[in-house]
T-cell receptor, first 112, second 110 residues
Framework: GAGVSQSPSNKVTEKGKDVELRCDPI?????LYWYRQSLGQGLEFLIY????????KSGLPSDRFSAERTGGSVSTLTIQRTQQEDSAVYLC??????????FGSGTRLTVV | ELKVEQNPLFLSMQEGKNYTIYCNYS?????LYWYRQDPGKSLESLFV?????AVKQEGRLMASLDTKARLSTLHITAAVHDLSATYFC??????????FGTGTSLTVIP
C-alpha cells in the first residue's frame, strides 16, 4: 500500500480483556516500530523489528504486552488483561532506510 | 538510555514573528528527525538530518544539526496560522531505536 495502515482506528475495551492491534507496513519496508502516545505526551518506544533479526523488545512496559511480525510484513501488538493505564494511541511506523520513517494514523485504545 | 529534551514545551507566537525550538540529546548520534503532529493525527516527517552541520529548509521552517553540541534547532520564520501543531524531534541510536522529545506545542495567533 501507499502508506502504513493500522487497524482498528479506535478500540474501546473493558478492563481485563485482551486486545490485538494490527499494523500493515509499507510494502518492502524491513523495519517496523511500535510506539505509544498517551494524551498530551511524547512517544514511548515499545518494540522494533528489523528484517529477520530478533526484535528489540526493550520498550515493552510489562509482560502483558507482546508483538509479532509475520512474514516480515504485518505486525500485531497484543495487550493481555488490559488496564486503564494502557489507554493511549498506539502508533506503528515502518522504514526501508535511515532516510525515512513513515507513521500510520494510529489506534486509539480506551480501556473502560 | 538516550534522552532527548525539547524546549519550549509550549509556544504561543504572533503571526509574522520568528522563533526557534531547541532539541538537546544526551549521547552521540548523527541522525536526527523532526516531525509535525496535528491534533488527532499521526506524525508527518519534516526533516531528516544525518550529519554535523546539516541544514534543511522547507518553506518557513529550517532545521539544523550540531552533533558536537548534541543540539538541533527548528527555526520558524514569519509564522503563519497553518504552522500551529506539535513538533517533535527524534534521535536514533546505533540500534535504530528512536527516542522522541516531549514535543513543542506551537500556537500561532493572528
Amino acid at each position: 500500500g501507499a502508506g502504513v495502515s493500522q487497524s482498528p482506528s479506535n478500540k474501546v475495551t473493558e478492563k481485563g480483556k485482551d486486545v490485538e492491534l494490527r499494523c500493515d507496513p509499507i510494502s518492502g519496508h524491513t523495519a517496523l516500530y511500535w510506539y505509544r502516545q498517551s494524551l498530551g505526551q511524547g512517544l514511548e518506544f515499545l518494540i522494533y523489528f528489523q528484517g529477520n533479526s530478533a526484535p528489540d523488545k526493550s520498550g515493552l512496559p510489562s509482560d502483558r504486552f507482546s508483538a509479532e511480525r509475520t512474514g516480515g510484513s504485518v505486525s500485531t501488538l497484543t495487550i493481555q488483561r488490559t488496564q486503564q493505564e494502557d489507554s493511549a494511541v498506539y502508533l506503528c511506523a515502518s522504514s526501508l532506510s535511515i532516510y525515512g520513517y513513515t507513521f500510520g494514523s494510529g489506534t486509539r485504545l480506551t480501556v473502560v | 538510555e538516550l534522552k532527548v529534551e525539547q524546549n519550549p514545551l509550549f509556544l504561543s507566537m504572533q503571526e509574522g514573528k520568528n522563533y526557534t525550538i531547541y532539541c538537546n540529546y544526551s549521547t552521540t548520534s548523527d541522525r536526527l528527525y523532526w516531525y509535525r503532529q496535528d491534533p488527532g493525527k499521526s506524525l508527518e516527517s519534516l526533516f531528516v538530518l544525518l550529519s554535523n552541520g546539516a541544514v534543511k529548509q522547507e518553506g518557513r521552517l529550517m532545521a539544523s544539526l550540531d552533533t558536537k553540541a548534541r543540539l538541533s534547532t527548528l527555526h520558524i520564520t514569519a509564522a503563519v496560522h497553518d504552522l500551529s501543531a506539535t513538533y517533535f524531534c527524534a534521535v536514533a541510536n546505533t540500534g535504530n531505536q528512536f527516542y522522541f522529545g516531549t514535543g513543542t506545542s506551537l500556537t500561532v495567533i493572528p
